[in-house]
């Protein structure tokens, strides 16, 4: 089954959508997702609230495409849900229903009955997302961590990929649904030394104990939003040292007028690839090499951009100023986690 999505949209892109809601939720019964994780990953592929309702023991719970508790109460329409075995799902879209409300419905429908069928202790929050919350005091985050069966003093690596990703093989660990400012992620906990392969796209936190897996998570996250599959399917933390740490920390509204420069060179053709490889060279000449070009061309492209942010790039601090805006420029265009993905699977690190 995980292996279909990233071939079928060629044959038929219905058809393909279809098979990453199945995939999506199918990850999600083997990890043991809890019900607000389940209408959570509902809410965000439908781009609406999600609702639940069981009759024994009577309970209600509504989760908006961002991962957080609805207030309130909602009445389900009869177009937009479905019912069996004492549980109600659906959908609080407004107008005509979506191309993937039914698929959508149908597999959280099954979700749900396979949760409830478990009889296992529910609540409206995870253990993991405790664990990763660093608003949270850090006996209630070990406590969290104890009851995952998480050692202390032993290191770990926060996993986060889209709802959607595609997992080649489904390593044991603590995961669940965990709501970003970005949407929810599929969060998975693995010692440091047991991270390899993993879905496509992934990103994957510095390492840590169980205090410090807040820090993992926010890692991994700004790693995820630096995919750009398929060429770049998972993108590990540690490969941008200190920096992805303050990029984690950022303020989401911070004004930041190199960023904004950057738009107008983006809009360039040549934009996206140059400024890529100005970051990752030494030279003008090098870059020239990175992006196919001769080095005069290269140099033509270097006087606009000059001038649009009024720096000299290859300038002392310049670099580091580039480096930094191009990396969140990057951030806040990020398609990444947009649902449904279209792009193949791979298996390429």
Known sequence: MQ??????????????VDLRVIACFDELVVGNVDTRGLLGAAASLA?????????LPPRCVRVTPSGEIAEGRALPRADSSVRGDGLTVWLEREGPAGANDGIVLERLAFALRVRHGRDRREADRGELG??????????????????????????????????????????AGAEDVVATPYGPVHALVLPEDRVSGGPSPSGIGVPGTVEQLHRSFRTAVVALRLCTPPEVPRVPADRYGAVIELL?????????????????????????????????????????????????????????????????PFDGIGRTRLGVAYLIWRLRTSRVLDLPATYPATTAG
């Open 3 to 16: 292996g279909l999505p990233g071939r079928v949209p060629t044959l038929d892109p219905a058809a393909g």
């Open 47 to 55: 781009g609406c609230t999600a609702g639940f309702c069981q009759d």
């Open 130 to 171: 405790l664990l990763l919350d660093r608003s949270l005091p850090v006996e209630e985050r070990r406590t969290a961590a104890a009851r995952l069966h998480l050692s202390p003093g032993v290191r770990y690596r926060v996993l986060a990929a889209p709802l959607f990703a595609v997992w080649e093989e489904h390593p």
């Open 248 to 312: 984690a920390d950022a303020p989401l509204d911070l004004d930041l007028p190199d960023v904004d420069a950057l738009d107008a060179v983006m809009r360039h053709a040549w934009g996206p690839a140059t400024l890529d490889a100005l970051v990752r060279a030494g030279s003008v000449r090098q870059a020239a090499r990175l992006t196919g070009v001769h080095h005069s061309t290269l140099r033509t492209r270097l006087d606009v951009l000059t001038e649009v942010v009024g720096f000299d």
